[in-house]
DNA sequence: ATTCCACCGGAACGTGTGGGGG
DNA sequence: CCCCCACACGTTCCGGTGGAAT
Protein backbone atom coordinates (compact mmCIF):
# COMPACT_ATOMS: atom_id res chain seq x y z
CA UNK A 1 0.00 0.00 0.00
CA UNK A 2 1.42 3.47 -1.01
CA UNK A 3 1.64 6.53 0.82
CA UNK A 4 -1.55 7.70 -0.94
CA UNK A 5 -4.88 5.89 -0.54
CA UNK A 6 -8.26 6.68 -2.26
CA UNK A 7 -10.82 7.88 0.30
CA UNK A 8 -13.30 6.14 0.77
CA UNK A 9 -15.47 8.25 -0.39
CA UNK A 10 -19.05 9.30 0.25
CA UNK A 11 -18.87 11.68 -3.03
CA UNK A 12 -19.75 9.91 -6.29
CA UNK A 13 -18.39 12.97 -7.96
CA UNK A 14 -17.68 16.10 -6.16
CA UNK A 15 -17.20 17.99 -9.01
CA UNK A 16 -21.09 18.48 -9.48
CA UNK A 17 -20.76 20.84 -6.65
CA UNK A 18 -18.48 23.31 -8.34
CA UNK A 19 -19.66 26.76 -9.51
CA UNK A 20 -18.32 25.63 -12.96
CA UNK A 21 -20.61 22.48 -13.10
CA UNK A 22 -23.10 22.57 -16.03
CA UNK A 23 -26.42 20.91 -15.19
CA UNK A 24 -28.17 18.96 -18.46
CA UNK A 25 -31.57 21.08 -16.87
CA UNK A 26 -31.27 24.98 -15.60
CA UNK A 27 -34.09 24.36 -12.46
CA UNK A 28 -36.67 27.43 -12.05
CA UNK A 29 -34.83 30.08 -14.43
CA UNK A 30 -38.00 28.38 -17.67
CA UNK A 31 -39.00 31.64 -18.69
CA UNK A 32 -35.96 33.68 -18.39
CA UNK A 33 -33.40 31.18 -20.67
CA UNK A 34 -37.02 31.60 -23.15
CA UNK A 35 -36.22 35.27 -23.34
CA UNK A 36 -33.06 34.98 -23.64
CA UNK A 37 -33.28 32.47 -26.19
CA UNK A 38 -35.30 34.89 -28.56
CA UNK A 39 -33.13 37.87 -27.76
CA UNK A 40 -30.22 35.43 -29.04
CA UNK A 41 -32.05 34.24 -32.27
CA UNK A 42 -30.54 37.00 -34.49
CA UNK A 43 -27.10 35.25 -34.49
CA UNK A 44 -28.88 31.97 -35.94
CA UNK A 45 -30.19 33.92 -38.47
CA UNK A 46 -26.68 35.59 -39.58
CA UNK A 47 -28.01 39.33 -38.55
CA UNK A 48 -26.55 41.54 -36.28
CA UNK A 49 -26.67 40.39 -32.57
CA UNK A 50 -28.72 42.27 -29.96
CA UNK A 51 -27.10 43.35 -27.20
CA UNK A 52 -28.36 42.01 -24.00
CA UNK A 53 -28.35 43.12 -20.59
CA UNK A 54 -28.57 40.55 -17.37
CA UNK A 55 -29.15 41.62 -13.98
CA UNK A 56 -29.91 39.80 -10.75
CA UNK A 57 -28.70 39.43 -7.22
CA UNK A 58 -25.62 37.30 -7.25
CA UNK A 59 -25.86 33.14 -7.37
CA UNK A 60 -29.62 33.07 -9.39
CA UNK A 61 -27.78 31.58 -12.31
CA UNK A 62 -26.88 34.29 -14.88
CA UNK A 63 -23.76 33.54 -16.04
CA UNK A 64 -24.87 29.54 -15.41
CA UNK A 65 -27.73 30.45 -18.24
CA UNK A 66 -25.02 32.51 -20.63
CA UNK A 67 -23.15 29.49 -20.49
CA UNK A 68 -26.16 27.41 -20.91
CA UNK A 69 -27.63 29.15 -23.60
CA UNK A 70 -23.82 30.06 -25.65
CA UNK A 71 -22.71 26.27 -25.30
CA UNK A 72 -26.15 25.25 -27.56
CA UNK A 73 -25.85 28.27 -29.50
CA UNK A 74 -22.27 27.65 -30.82
CA UNK A 75 -22.94 23.62 -31.22
CA UNK A 76 -26.16 24.91 -33.49
CA UNK A 77 -24.03 27.31 -35.28
CA UNK A 78 -21.80 24.98 -36.48
CA UNK A 79 -24.84 23.69 -38.30
CA UNK A 80 -24.59 26.37 -40.56
CA UNK A 81 -21.64 27.30 -43.17
CA UNK A 82 -22.03 30.73 -43.06
CA UNK A 83 -21.82 31.36 -39.45
CA UNK A 84 -18.76 31.60 -37.52
CA UNK A 85 -19.13 32.41 -34.17
CA UNK A 86 -16.79 33.42 -32.13
CA UNK A 87 -17.79 33.81 -27.59
CA UNK A 88 -15.49 35.68 -25.60
CA UNK A 89 -16.53 35.79 -22.03
CA UNK A 90 -14.65 38.03 -19.50
CA UNK A 91 -15.36 38.35 -16.06
CA UNK A 92 -14.89 42.52 -14.95
CA UNK A 93 -14.39 41.87 -11.44
CA UNK A 94 -11.25 43.09 -10.79
CA UNK A 95 -11.23 45.47 -13.34
CA UNK A 96 -12.42 48.90 -12.66
CA UNK A 97 -11.64 50.52 -16.26
CA UNK A 98 -12.74 50.45 -19.49
CA UNK A 99 -8.98 50.54 -20.36
CA UNK A 100 -8.87 47.39 -18.15
CA UNK A 101 -11.45 45.44 -20.19
CA UNK A 102 -10.13 46.36 -23.66
CA UNK A 103 -6.80 44.94 -22.50
CA UNK A 104 -7.88 41.89 -21.62
CA UNK A 105 -10.23 41.58 -24.61
CA UNK A 106 -7.30 41.85 -26.66
CA UNK A 107 -5.30 39.56 -25.19
CA UNK A 108 -8.24 37.15 -25.44
CA UNK A 109 -7.96 37.11 -29.10
CA UNK A 110 -4.30 37.13 -29.21
CA UNK A 111 -2.31 34.24 -28.46
CA UNK A 112 -0.39 32.97 -25.45
CA UNK A 113 2.66 34.37 -27.04
CA UNK A 114 1.65 37.27 -27.99
CA UNK A 115 -0.08 38.78 -25.44
CA UNK A 116 -0.06 42.52 -24.30
CA UNK A 117 0.58 44.65 -21.02
CA UNK A 118 -2.59 45.55 -18.61
CA UNK A 119 -0.73 48.98 -18.39
CA UNK A 120 1.15 51.33 -20.45
CA UNK A 121 -0.57 51.98 -24.13
CA UNK A 122 -2.44 55.18 -24.51
CA UNK A 123 -6.18 54.48 -24.09
CA UNK A 124 -6.71 54.94 -27.79
CA UNK A 125 -3.85 52.70 -28.83
CA UNK A 126 -5.55 49.42 -27.04
CA UNK A 127 -8.74 50.56 -28.63
CA UNK A 128 -7.19 50.84 -31.92
CA UNK A 129 -5.75 46.99 -31.07
CA UNK A 130 -8.99 46.11 -29.87
CA UNK A 131 -10.40 47.01 -32.84
CA UNK A 132 -8.02 44.93 -35.18
CA UNK A 133 -8.34 42.01 -33.26
CA UNK A 134 -11.66 41.60 -33.58
CA UNK A 135 -11.60 42.37 -37.63
CA UNK A 136 -8.72 39.73 -38.19
CA UNK A 137 -11.36 37.54 -36.04
CA UNK A 138 -14.55 38.30 -38.05
CA UNK A 139 -17.48 36.86 -38.27
CA UNK A 140 -20.42 37.21 -35.48
CA UNK A 141 -18.67 37.98 -31.65
CA UNK A 142 -20.48 37.72 -28.57
CA UNK A 143 -18.50 38.97 -25.69
CA UNK A 144 -19.88 38.34 -22.56
CA UNK A 145 -19.07 40.77 -19.60
CA UNK A 146 -19.50 39.41 -16.28
CA UNK A 147 -19.71 41.41 -13.21
CA UNK A 148 -19.65 44.76 -15.55
CA UNK A 149 -20.91 46.79 -12.66
CA UNK A 150 -17.38 46.59 -12.08
CA UNK A 151 -16.49 49.16 -14.81
CA UNK A 152 -16.40 52.56 -13.47
CA UNK A 153 -16.63 54.13 -16.98
CA UNK A 154 -18.93 53.81 -19.72
CA UNK A 155 -16.19 54.37 -22.64
CA UNK A 156 -16.25 50.81 -23.50
CA UNK A 157 -19.77 50.35 -23.22
CA UNK A 158 -20.49 52.75 -25.60
CA UNK A 159 -17.63 52.19 -27.86
CA UNK A 160 -18.32 48.91 -28.89
CA UNK A 161 -21.83 48.58 -29.72
CA UNK A 162 -20.78 51.40 -32.30
CA UNK A 163 -17.87 50.35 -33.55
CA UNK A 164 -19.01 49.15 -36.73
CA UNK A 165 -20.81 52.66 -37.50
CA UNK A 166 -17.98 54.38 -36.37
CA UNK A 167 -15.95 52.46 -39.15
CA UNK A 168 -13.59 50.48 -36.45
CA UNK A 169 -14.85 47.36 -37.61
CA UNK A 170 -15.08 46.22 -41.26
CA UNK A 171 -15.84 42.83 -40.87
CA UNK A 172 -17.21 41.81 -37.52
CA UNK A 173 -20.69 41.93 -35.97
CA UNK A 174 -20.37 41.90 -32.53
CA UNK A 175 -22.88 41.52 -29.40
CA UNK A 176 -22.34 42.79 -26.27
CA UNK A 177 -24.00 40.79 -23.03
CA UNK A 178 -23.60 42.51 -19.65
CA UNK A 179 -24.54 40.69 -16.60
CA UNK A 180 -24.61 42.79 -13.16
CA UNK A 181 -25.50 42.29 -9.26
CA UNK A 182 -26.45 46.03 -9.33
CA UNK A 183 -29.57 47.16 -10.80
CA UNK A 184 -28.78 50.37 -10.36
CA UNK A 185 -25.71 50.48 -12.07
CA UNK A 186 -28.24 50.57 -15.37
CA UNK A 187 -29.24 53.92 -13.97
CA UNK A 188 -26.12 55.22 -13.43
CA UNK A 189 -25.17 54.52 -16.95
CA UNK A 190 -25.38 57.73 -19.57
CA UNK A 191 -28.19 57.47 -21.49
CA UNK A 192 -27.03 56.81 -24.74
CA UNK A 193 -24.94 53.57 -23.31
CA UNK A 194 -28.24 52.46 -21.40
CA UNK A 195 -30.23 52.56 -25.12
CA UNK A 196 -27.95 50.48 -26.82
CA UNK A 197 -26.47 48.30 -24.33
CA UNK A 198 -29.91 47.89 -22.71
CA UNK A 199 -32.04 47.42 -25.49
CA UNK A 200 -32.83 43.68 -24.29
CA UNK A 201 -32.88 43.20 -20.61
CA UNK A 202 -33.41 40.26 -18.67
CA UNK A 203 -33.86 39.81 -14.91
CA UNK A 204 -33.37 37.14 -12.87
CA UNK A 205 -34.97 36.95 -9.50
CA UNK A 206 -33.64 35.45 -6.69
CA UNK A 207 -34.51 31.81 -5.91
CA UNK A 208 -36.94 30.47 -3.10
CA UNK A 209 -36.29 28.40 -0.90
CA UNK A 210 -37.88 25.43 -2.72
CA UNK A 211 -36.31 26.03 -5.58
CA UNK A 212 -33.09 26.67 -3.72
CA UNK A 213 -33.31 22.87 -2.36
CA UNK A 214 -34.35 21.62 -6.01
CA UNK A 215 -31.12 22.75 -7.17
CA UNK A 216 -29.26 21.48 -4.37
CA UNK A 217 -30.85 18.10 -4.69
CA UNK A 218 -30.15 18.04 -8.47
CA UNK A 219 -26.17 18.56 -7.72
CA UNK A 220 -26.23 16.18 -4.79
CA UNK A 221 -28.20 13.37 -6.39
CA UNK A 222 -24.77 13.28 -8.83
CA UNK A 223 -22.39 14.12 -6.35
CA UNK A 224 -23.14 12.25 -3.41
CA UNK A 225 -23.83 8.27 -3.14
CA UNK A 226 -26.85 7.57 -2.15
CA UNK A 227 -28.24 8.17 1.14
CA UNK A 228 -25.11 9.84 2.20
CA UNK A 229 -26.41 13.16 2.91
CA UNK A 230 -28.46 13.10 6.57
CA UNK A 231 -31.96 14.15 6.39
CA UNK A 232 -32.19 18.17 6.94
CA UNK A 233 -28.80 18.93 5.41
CA UNK A 234 -29.40 20.31 2.30
CA UNK A 235 -32.65 22.08 3.97
CA UNK A 236 -30.01 23.74 6.16
CA UNK A 237 -27.97 24.60 3.33
CA UNK A 238 -30.69 25.98 1.14
CA UNK A 239 -31.50 28.57 4.11
CA UNK A 240 -28.10 29.55 4.50
CA UNK A 241 -28.05 31.21 0.78
CA UNK A 242 -31.68 31.86 1.07
CA UNK A 243 -30.71 34.30 4.03
CA UNK A 244 -28.97 35.90 1.65
CA UNK A 245 -31.42 37.10 -1.28
CA UNK A 246 -31.41 33.17 -2.89
CA UNK A 247 -27.99 32.99 -3.32
CA UNK A 248 -27.55 29.36 -5.02
CA UNK A 249 -23.48 29.61 -5.22
CA UNK A 250 -23.34 30.18 -1.55
CA UNK A 251 -25.55 27.53 -0.79
CA UNK A 252 -23.43 25.19 -3.02
CA UNK A 253 -20.31 25.89 -1.62
CA UNK A 254 -21.50 25.04 1.62
CA UNK A 255 -22.81 21.72 0.67
CA UNK A 256 -19.33 20.75 -0.95
CA UNK A 257 -17.66 22.13 2.40
CA UNK A 258 -20.22 19.88 4.71
CA UNK A 259 -19.13 17.36 2.32
CA UNK A 260 -15.28 17.75 2.57
CA UNK A 261 -15.69 18.22 6.44
CA UNK A 262 -17.27 14.78 6.40
CA UNK A 263 -15.00 12.80 4.08
CA UNK A 264 -12.14 13.92 6.31
CA UNK A 265 -13.50 12.86 8.95
CA UNK A 266 -14.04 9.49 6.98
CA UNK A 267 -17.67 9.83 8.27
CA UNK A 268 -20.24 8.07 6.32
CA UNK A 269 -23.06 10.55 6.62
CA UNK A 270 -22.90 14.16 6.69
CA UNK A 271 -24.61 15.50 9.06
CA UNK A 272 -26.40 18.97 10.03
CA UNK A 273 -22.87 19.43 12.49
CA UNK A 274 -20.57 19.11 9.35
CA UNK A 275 -22.74 22.06 7.72
CA UNK A 276 -22.15 24.45 10.90
CA UNK A 277 -18.48 24.01 10.43
CA UNK A 278 -18.74 24.29 7.32
CA UNK A 279 -20.30 27.84 7.76
CA UNK A 280 -17.46 28.90 10.34
CA UNK A 281 -14.94 27.61 7.87
CA UNK A 282 -16.25 29.32 5.02
CA UNK A 283 -17.10 32.54 6.65
CA UNK A 284 -13.02 32.65 8.19
CA UNK A 285 -11.87 32.26 4.44
CA UNK A 286 -13.96 35.69 3.73
CA UNK A 287 -12.41 36.81 6.23
CA UNK A 288 -8.83 36.16 5.72
CA UNK A 289 -9.31 37.11 1.47
CA UNK A 290 -10.87 40.32 3.16
CA UNK A 291 -8.25 41.23 5.49
CA UNK A 292 -5.52 40.15 2.96
CA UNK A 293 -6.24 42.81 0.34
CA UNK A 294 -6.58 46.07 2.53
CA UNK A 295 -4.06 48.14 3.41
CA UNK A 296 -1.44 48.94 6.35
CA UNK A 297 -3.92 51.59 7.52
CA UNK A 298 -6.74 49.11 7.04
CA UNK A 299 -6.04 47.08 9.26
CA UNK A 300 -4.93 49.45 12.15
CA UNK A 301 -8.68 50.97 11.31
CA UNK A 302 -9.73 47.42 12.09
CA UNK A 303 -8.01 47.37 15.33
CA UNK A 304 -8.89 50.43 16.25
CA UNK A 305 -12.38 49.18 16.45
CA UNK A 306 -11.77 45.35 17.21
CA UNK A 307 -10.13 46.79 21.07
CA UNK A 308 -13.02 49.07 21.52
CA UNK A 309 -15.22 46.00 20.52
CA UNK A 310 -13.33 44.30 23.18
CA UNK A 311 -13.71 46.73 26.10
CA UNK A 312 -17.26 46.99 25.01
CA UNK A 313 -17.23 50.53 23.66
CA UNK A 314 -19.08 49.19 20.36
CA UNK A 315 -21.09 50.50 18.34
CA UNK A 316 -18.76 52.92 18.26
CA UNK A 317 -18.91 56.44 15.94
CA UNK A 318 -16.16 57.24 13.85
CA UNK A 319 -15.39 60.48 16.16
CA UNK A 320 -14.46 57.53 18.59
CA UNK A 321 -13.01 55.51 16.17
CA UNK A 322 -10.75 58.04 15.68
CA UNK A 323 -8.59 58.49 18.52
CA UNK A 324 -8.18 55.04 18.90
CA UNK A 325 -7.08 54.82 15.84
CA UNK A 326 -4.03 57.42 15.70
CA UNK A 327 -2.77 55.68 19.23
CA UNK A 328 -2.43 52.61 16.87
CA UNK A 329 -0.73 53.87 14.10
CA UNK A 330 1.37 56.00 16.60
CA UNK A 331 2.39 52.65 18.08
CA UNK A 332 3.27 50.95 14.64
CA UNK A 333 5.34 53.89 14.11
CA UNK A 334 2.70 55.11 11.13
CA UNK A 335 1.63 58.68 10.14
CA UNK A 336 -2.32 58.10 10.69
CA UNK A 337 -4.33 59.35 8.14
CA UNK A 338 -6.59 61.97 7.44
CA UNK A 339 -10.46 61.71 9.14
CA UNK A 340 -12.10 61.19 5.98
CA UNK A 341 -9.48 58.73 4.58
CA UNK A 342 -10.38 56.85 7.68
CA UNK A 343 -13.97 57.00 6.88
CA UNK A 344 -12.77 55.62 3.67
CA UNK A 345 -11.58 52.73 5.14
CA UNK A 346 -14.24 52.23 7.77
CA UNK A 347 -16.56 51.72 4.80
CA UNK A 348 -14.17 49.32 3.09
CA UNK A 349 -14.51 46.94 6.00
CA UNK A 350 -18.53 47.31 5.75
CA UNK A 351 -18.58 46.52 2.58
CA UNK A 352 -16.16 43.24 3.40
CA UNK A 353 -18.74 42.46 5.84
CA UNK A 354 -15.85 42.80 8.50
CA UNK A 355 -17.52 45.35 10.43
CA UNK A 356 -21.60 46.51 10.29
CA UNK A 357 -22.58 49.67 10.33
CA UNK A 358 -26.17 51.55 11.76
CA UNK A 359 -26.94 55.33 10.81
CA UNK A 360 -27.98 56.99 13.59
CA UNK A 361 -29.65 61.04 13.56
CA UNK A 362 -29.95 62.98 16.51
CA UNK A 363 -31.35 66.19 14.75
CA UNK A 364 -30.48 69.48 16.00
CA UNK A 365 -28.80 68.55 18.91
CA UNK A 366 -26.70 65.43 17.51
CA UNK A 367 -26.76 65.31 13.56
CA UNK A 368 -26.59 62.12 11.47
CA UNK A 369 -23.70 59.94 12.48
CA UNK A 370 -23.08 56.34 11.62
CA UNK A 371 -22.19 53.82 14.57
CA UNK A 372 -19.76 51.01 13.85
CA UNK A 373 -19.62 47.74 15.31
CA UNK A 374 -17.74 44.65 14.55
CA UNK A 375 -20.01 41.88 12.72
CA UNK A 376 -18.67 38.51 13.17
CA UNK A 377 -16.80 36.38 16.29
CA UNK A 378 -13.89 38.86 16.95
CA UNK A 379 -11.54 35.89 17.54
CA UNK A 380 -11.63 34.85 14.27
CA UNK A 381 -10.48 37.81 12.57
CA UNK A 382 -8.09 38.17 14.92
CA UNK A 383 -6.76 35.12 13.95
CA UNK A 384 -6.92 35.77 10.03
CA UNK A 385 -5.21 38.97 10.59
CA UNK A 386 -2.56 37.19 12.88
CA UNK A 387 -2.10 35.41 10.01
CA UNK A 388 -1.65 38.03 6.87
CA UNK A 389 -0.73 40.99 8.62
CA UNK A 390 2.39 42.06 9.42
CA UNK A 391 2.77 45.15 11.99
CA UNK A 392 5.33 45.61 14.76
CA UNK A 393 4.39 45.83 18.14
CA UNK A 394 0.65 45.77 16.74
CA UNK A 395 -0.23 41.90 17.55
CA UNK A 396 1.39 42.01 20.67
CA UNK A 397 -0.69 44.60 22.04
CA UNK A 398 -3.69 43.31 20.94
CA UNK A 399 -2.89 40.18 22.62
CA UNK A 400 -2.19 41.63 25.87
CA UNK A 401 -5.47 43.69 25.60
CA UNK A 402 -7.01 40.58 24.98
CA UNK A 403 -5.51 39.04 28.13
CA UNK A 404 -6.05 41.94 30.09
CA UNK A 405 -9.26 41.98 29.36
CA UNK A 406 -10.62 39.42 31.87
CA UNK A 407 -8.97 41.39 34.51
CA UNK A 408 -9.86 44.29 32.83
CA UNK A 409 -7.46 46.41 33.33
CA UNK A 410 -6.94 48.62 30.41
CA UNK A 411 -5.88 52.21 31.60
CA UNK A 412 -2.78 51.53 28.91
CA UNK A 413 -5.87 51.92 25.62
CA UNK A 414 -8.07 54.89 27.90
C1' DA B 1 -41.82 75.63 8.43
C1' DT B 2 -37.43 76.55 9.48
C1' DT B 3 -33.08 75.98 11.68
C1' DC B 4 -29.16 73.43 12.89
C1' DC B 5 -26.05 69.65 14.09
C1' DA B 6 -22.30 66.53 12.81
C1' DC B 7 -20.60 63.98 9.79
C1' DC B 8 -21.15 61.78 5.33
C1' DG B 9 -19.34 61.21 0.83
C1' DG B 10 -18.40 63.35 -3.92
C1' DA B 11 -14.84 65.63 -6.53
C1' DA B 12 -10.57 67.56 -7.79
C1' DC B 13 -6.01 67.32 -7.13
C1' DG B 14 -1.23 65.25 -5.60
C1' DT B 15 2.29 61.52 -5.37
C1' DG B 16 4.54 57.13 -6.10
C1' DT B 17 4.75 52.84 -8.73
C1' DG B 18 5.21 50.06 -12.71
C1' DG B 19 5.03 49.31 -17.57
C1' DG B 20 4.95 51.49 -22.52
C1' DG B 21 7.37 53.09 -26.91
C1' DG B 22 11.06 55.26 -29.41
C1' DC C 1 17.58 56.79 -21.57
C1' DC C 2 13.59 59.79 -21.69
C1' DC C 3 8.88 61.04 -21.36
C1' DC C 4 4.15 59.02 -21.59
C1' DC C 5 0.37 56.43 -19.56
C1' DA C 6 -2.92 54.22 -16.04
C1' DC C 7 -3.76 53.32 -11.36
C1' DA C 8 -3.75 52.89 -6.26
C1' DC C 9 -3.74 55.45 -2.36
C1' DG C 10 -4.03 60.02 0.10
C1' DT C 11 -5.33 64.88 1.00
C1' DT C 12 -8.15 69.07 0.76
C1' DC C 13 -12.32 71.22 0.23
C1' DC C 14 -17.04 71.44 0.65
C1' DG C 15 -22.03 70.78 -0.53
C1' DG C 16 -25.60 67.53 1.03
C1' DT C 17 -28.62 65.15 4.41
C1' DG C 18 -32.29 63.90 7.64
C1' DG C 19 -34.60 64.43 11.71
C1' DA C 20 -34.80 66.86 16.56
C1' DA C 21 -35.40 71.41 18.25
C1' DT C 22 -37.44 75.73 17.80
Redesign the pocket.
Known sequence: MGMFERDTDIYRDRDALREDYQPEQLVGRDEELDTYQTTLQPVINGEQPNNVFLYGKTGVGKTAATRYLLDHLQSDAAEYDDIDLSVVMLNCDGL??S??IATRLVNEFRDDTDQ??T?????AAVYDMLWNELDTNGGTILIVLDEVDHIEDDSILYQLPRARANGNLETAKTGIIGISNDFSFREDLSPKVRSSLCEEEIHFPAYDATELQQILQQRADVAFHESVLEEGVIRLCAAYGAKDAGDARQSLDLLMKAGDIARDDSAEHVIDEHVRQGRTSLERGRIREGIGGL???GHLVLYAVLTLDQQGKTPV???DVRPRYTSMAERAGINP??T??M?DHL?ELIMLGILDVTER??????????EYSVSMDPELIISAMADTVELVGIHESIEKLLERESTSTLQDYQ
Not at 119 to 123: I, N, S, V
Not at 361 to 370: A, I, S
Request: charged share 30%; net charge positive; glycine share 12%.
Open positions: TSYQISTGYPRTQHRSRLVRRRSNEGRRGGTYR
